[in-house]
């Protein structure tokens, strides 16, 4: 069956019995495939509404089942209808300019013959795929194809890792350098984006491992992926506790230098308070202020204050060290 127009396609490839692929014009897209052991690749883009029509016709699809695979999800997990597993799990949105760790939905429809993955925004796990295959890579079957793709996640994951272990041991240089004024929006960020990766990471590990519970028949590569995912989750947990730390540190640092500045601002305020309290009162416009027909009045009025203000330093200095 020949469809010369396929709704939302991003890229199709056709593998031959070796597990070879090739890239396909939209009007050589046929399914089922006419050479035996051949079978198909599809990339979709679900944003365009006409490809869950097209899905039911050309491959059998029931419309809920169609709905269900190309729908906006609300949760990552793998489930199964008739043959076919399906599911929405975590990716990394593809920029033009840069790759980034901006979450963004993978859909996926997996049979004997086929692999139809899809997405609302651009994925970077579908491009890197669609280069490997460039490059040669060959892939056996379509789970083997799909399990290549989910490893291709956990790549992106363990690069984040190093990427931002790297810049917390630079904040914490900076932290016990104490040049660390700058650093408490420098962690945060940091904070953040382990928090949201760490977070994307454990749904999907769980809808992998609720899928392997409820007996779903996932190709093997899921298992290896549920476990690199598992040794990752320790580490990100790890650096969510390091992270967590320097914030706290940077916050008792800022705490003590706060305390040290109000402490000197208390003690200015309280040496030259006497002061102006004698200021004060030698400028009253009263009768019978002291000096006032003296030539070396205001000395021994400047005098007073600086008696007053030696006397408040030497109590400081005396509570400071008792």
């Known amino acids: 069956m020949t469809a010369p127009a396929?709704?939302?396609?991003?890229?199709?490839?056709?593998?031959?019995?070796?597990?070879?692929?090739?890239?396909l014009a939209e009007d050589k897209i046929a399914y089922p495939p006419a050479g035996d052991g051949e079978w198909l690749w599809l990339h979709l883009n679900f944003a365009d509404w006409?490809?869950?029509?097209?899905?039911?016709?050309?491959?059998?699809?029931?419309?809920?089942?169609?709905?269900?695979?190309?729908?906006?999800?609300?949760?990552?997990?793998?489930?199964?209808?008739?043959g076919v597993l399906f599911g929405h799990l975590a990716d990394f949105r593809r920029e033009f300019d840069a790759d980034s760790t901006e979450f963004?939905?993978?859909?996926?429809?997996?049979?004997?013959?086929?692999?139809?993955?899809?997405?609302?925004?651009?994925?970077?796990?579908a491009e890197r795929l669609r280069q490997v295959i460039g490059a040669g890579l060959s892939f056996a079957n379509p789970a083997g194809l799909l399990s290549h793709l989910?490893?291709?996640?956990?790549?992106?994951?363990?690069?984040?890792?190093?990427?931002?272990?790297?810049?917390?041991?630079?904040?914490?240089?900076?932290v016990l350098?104490?040049?660390?004024?700058?650093e408490r929006k420098r962690l945060m960020l940091t904070r953040r984006e382990i928090a949201q990766l760490h977070r994307h990471m454990r749904a999907m590990r769980r809808?992998?491992?609720?899928?392997?519970?409820?007996?779903?028949?996932?190709?093997?590569?899921?298992?290896?992926?549920?476990?690199?995912?598992?040794?990752?989750?320790?580490?990100?947990?790890?650096?969510?506790?390091r992270a967590r730390f320097f914030h706290d540190e940077i916050d008792a640092k800022l705490t003590a230098e706060t305390n040290r500045q109000l402490f000197t601002l208390s003690a200015l305020t309280a040496a030259f308070l006497p002061p102006a309290l004698?200021?004060?009162?030698?400028?009253m416009n009263v009768e019978g202020i002291p000096f006032t027909g003296s030539p070396w009045g205001f000395w021994a009025a400047a005098g007073l204050c600086a008696l007053s203000s030696g006397a408040v330093v030497l109590y400081l200095g005396l509570m400071d060290r008792s």
């Open 6 to 23: 396929v709704p939302g396609l991003i890229c199709a490839f056709g593998f031959d019995c070796l597990g070879r692929g090739r890239r």
């Open 50 to 82: 006409r490809c869950r029509r097209w899905l039911s016709e050309t491959f059998g699809f029931p419309a809920e089942l169609a709905n269900r695979i190309c729908d906006a999800p609300v949760h990552q997990h793998v489930s199964a209808w008739e």
């Open 104 to 125: 963004a939905w993978l859909h996926f429809a997996l049979g004997g013959r086929f692999l139809i993955t899809g997405r609302a925004k651009a994925v970077q796990s």
């Open 150 to 174: 989910l490893s291709l996640y956990t790549d992106v994951l363990d690069t984040a890792l190093h990427r931002l272990s790297d810049e917390l041991e630079i904040i914490e240089d900076h």
């Open 177 to 182: 350098d104490e040049h660390h004024r700058g």
């Open 207 to 241: 809808a992998l491992q609720t899928a392997e519970r409820a007996s779903i028949p996932t190709p093997g590569g899921f298992a290896l992926t549920a476990a690199r995912l598992s040794n990752l989750d320790q580490d990100f947990a790890d650096m969510e506790a």
């Open 278 to 283: 004698v200021a004060g009162m030698f400028g």
